[in-house]
């Protein structure tokens, strides 16, 4: 009757390091997501050791928990997200997607290559500069109530973007290290098959929820609509995967068809337990892993440095040219909010090592930059946000800073 | 990003085979949970193979999540459940947890030794017919609205009283197994250890609740007493693993504390989702470990069947006999009440098997009889509380059948 003990020491420890990080981190007047993100790292190896990375390896319980938590939390800013409201910023989304793709991956491959990677290798370590983790972002956003701004559907819709390109980098940069070349009709067909999905879903999804959404209701069980469409929400996280998009993108695309129901009030309120008990996984496990010995020698503490400094500077710069039409403030906010590499980031290095294309240095900090990136962008967007807090009148105006 | 593609998949699998089980009971007028569970035997690997027992064993995902949706099943009952109604029934619900637990040792234990096997043996296998599995009455018990009835408190206190017995036995059957003596000072330490922390947190915890909650509300966060009492939750269910205990008596102890707060209703309204995630993957679970193959040939078959029937009469003569003071109808009530082992005999077999006690075919048949007592008891006992609807005025008539 032992087996269950260890792993409810630790789901124990998870979860109430995530409440005191949390608690920590509001009295600081930080975002609480900071804390939780802290407080994993403070659990991890760096410091505690309570959280070893063997214990948050890919499918283990602590990832698998960490996985729904970050599915749950991308359906619920869903829920709170209308397709008509997509669809008005979808021309600044889309270039926001575009440049936040494209600097990075530019910016990123030059560094490689200056410092002595072959254009093959350099590219893949680039690859690995591109992706937004949409997780972290949201958190922050939804946590300062902030998820009905324009800025924050620009956000949302160039992470969908943002997504596809990078899936799409992804599979060049794989087959040309491969050796193979690049088959231009097998990637356009994956293009069109993850934007196909997307539509499909998305504006089918929401057309039919808006048209009749009483079936969902069952009078003898309250909480009959809840279960659908969180049957939708893991059924729509696991085909996105199946077009090589985040599952994240299923969820959120699940949480946006379900906002269109006459439910959607209902279905908000009861998916707030569900992120409370679940989403601390998701930050305090990101967090443990960050391991700050790796950064104790001098030179990798530099690197890391500047790769963190280009990573950041390189989605800004990218983030805020596309949506540059919403003034600057609302540009900056933006390209902020593009920022966050977070876990993707971790799962393109990992890729690479497993290939034998990254050294573990190089691995080490590119796994520290994408959390690093994480780390730092939620006070920043919050900063951004509260004294902005009038962004949506002064959209149009020059901010400045 | 594809690694979390399969579990994605599983998780999907599981929760809509719950939905879809769980519909179809409550068409044919049975609880839901017969429906979930008979939805995990259906994808198991008796009939369709999507779930199979490498992907539920101890320590996987699918098992850590189950776990958590028990933890928060007891504790949920917890929650609808008073210290003070508890201490009411307290003497029947110590004889009925007493008397089922020596009636269904002494018969399994008679059973096992006229089946051939030596008494060290016999009494390994004795064990395995004593322990109750609570959540399985619980879940059937809350569906039907009857957390509240008199029968509903003697059998939630007797399973604690049953959780303790059922650890000292087992104690004692493997020391007899490892030809060491038993040593009744430290069983007796043991003993007093667990009641002691059951004491002490139940009657504390509660008290200190009742004098004042006012400190788990925060004004700006509505989950934050929410998030409290999830992590007395996961602590008390991992502290009562340390004394020897099932988690899920750890977990409802934290429920039947957090129900002293005055913030126990909403608590119960935000308690819901969770359960609606998270239960189904118990039930889902623990139907796809019966594994019908194994009684394909007509002598473990037979075997089974009288095993089985043992394993329900002896439990249900024990607590019978335990709640005679209810009338006959409540402690028939009782005394079904008590019969499913669930997991907690899957638990015991699997010791006996790696401590070579058992043969397969007798842990096969261990397995199949604790899952098939909780495949029976439900729509047993929900027909036995709906048709007797007014047991509590008839409590002290005697009924007839």
Known sequence: MHHASDILLTLFIVFVAAQIGG???????????VGEIAAGCVVGPSMLGWIMPDQVAAGTPLDVLAEIGVVLLLFSVGLETRLEDLKRVGKVAFLVGVLGVLVPFAMGGMWAHGSGFDWS??????????????GITARVLQELGALQRKESKVILGAAVIDDIL?????????????????????????????????????????RVMRWNSSWLDKPQNPQSALAIVLALCLGLAYVSTLFGLAAIIGAFLAGMIASETRQQHTLEKQTQPLLSLLTPFFFVITGSKI?????????????LLIVTAIAI????????????SL????????????????????????????AGVFTDQIYAIIVAMSLLTAMVTPPVLAWLLRRGGTAEQTADEPASH
Do not use: C, W, Y
């Not at 799409?168 to 196909?196: C, M, N, R, Y």
């Not at 920022?339 to 690479?352: D, F």
């Open 23 to 33: 608690e920590i981190a509001q009295r600081l007047k930080l975002p609480g997501v």
């Open 327 to 354: 003034g600057r403030r609302g540009a900056t906010i933006v390209g902020f909010g593009m920022v966050p590499r977070g876990e993707v980031g971790v799962v393109i290095a990992s890729l690479g090592l497993t």
């Open 313 to 324: 500077a390189s989605k800004l710069i990218g983030g805020f040219l596309g949506a540059l």
């Open 291 to 303: 391991d700050l010995h790796q950064l104790a020698n001098a030179e990798a503490g530099l690197m």
């Open 121 to 134: 290798r350099s590219l893949f370590i680039a690859a690995a500069f591109v992706a937004t983790s949409a």
């Open 166 to 206: 990078a899936m799409l980098l992804l599979g060049v940069v794989v087959s040309l290290q491969g050796g193979e070349g690049v088959d231009l009709f097998h990637l356009g067909a994956v293009l069109l098959s993850a934007i196909g999905f997307i539509a499909v879903i998305g504006v089918g999804g929401a």
